[in-house]
């Protein structure tokens, strides 16, 4: 069977529907960075998906070919995630989507080398006869953060976001979004596919000590 990252790390993945407390481990993901309005057809958004999941669905595919990852095993692509932020503004306003910047990124499986990474790159580009210069390597060391399972739109995000921040709070933690830490969701429906009021979506933000 597939080694599942939602699964095996539900700590990550599957967080109860009430805030919690976690911290984060470096990771290595497929990054695309952009900025708009995610909901405008043709939005630098939109295009991040298919550039990430071209490259995604090189490496899990390598197998069935001549290159060959150290360490590879069998596993199911891990769910699509975001980082988000605004200019001059700590947290997000929802209300102006059109000044979100963000890095849409797609986990890599730490046997995943910067070398397989440039390799499946130009195996994408030969193949496809398609620039995916965008998609870049990151790593990213998250760190203490306050998260949540939101179900429901994304609109009705703030919700989730005040009990998280209030639990925090009660915690002795204060918020630490920063140039460098970012609103994080993580996206476990497809919502193409699934009505909004069911659309499942991890919420976290970094937060620090508030002593």
């Known amino acids: 069977m597939a080694f599942d990252y939602k699964k095996e790390y539900k700590q990550f ?12 481990p470096p ?16 939005s630098e958004y939109k295009q991040s998906i298919g550039l990430l999941y071209a490259i ?7 197998k069935m070919g001549d290159h060959r990852i150290e360490g590879y095993f069998d596993y199911v692509v891990p769910p699509l995630e975001g980082f988000w932020w605004q200019d001059g503004v700590k947290g997000i306003d929802y209300s102006h989507k059109e000044n979100f910047q963000f890095i849409s990124v797609i986990r890599l499986p730490d046997f995943v080398t910067k070398a397989d990474f440039d390799w499946a790159i130009g195996e994408a580009e030969r193949k496809k006869k398609a620039d995916f210069s965008k998609v870049e390597w990151m790593t990213y060391n998250e760190g203490l953060c306050v998260q949540c399972m939101h179900i429901g739109a994304y609109d009705d995000e703030p919700k989730t976001v005040r009990l998280m921040h209030d639990f925090m709070e009660e915690q ?11 609103h994080h969701e993580i996206y476990l429906s497809d919502a193409r596919k699934v009505a909004p009021e069911r659309l499942k979506t991890v919420l976290r933000h970094p937060i620090k000590s508030a002593l």
């Open 27 to 42: 990771m290595n993901y497929l990054a695309v960075r952009g900025s708009g309005d995610p909901n405008e057809e043709g």
């Open 172 to 182: 002795g933690y204060e918020l630490d979004i920063t140039e460098s830490r970012y």
């Open 13 to 24: 993945y599957m967080p109860k529907n009430k805030p919690g407390i976690v911290e984060i």
């Open 56 to 62: 995604a669905f090189t490496i899990k595919m390598s």
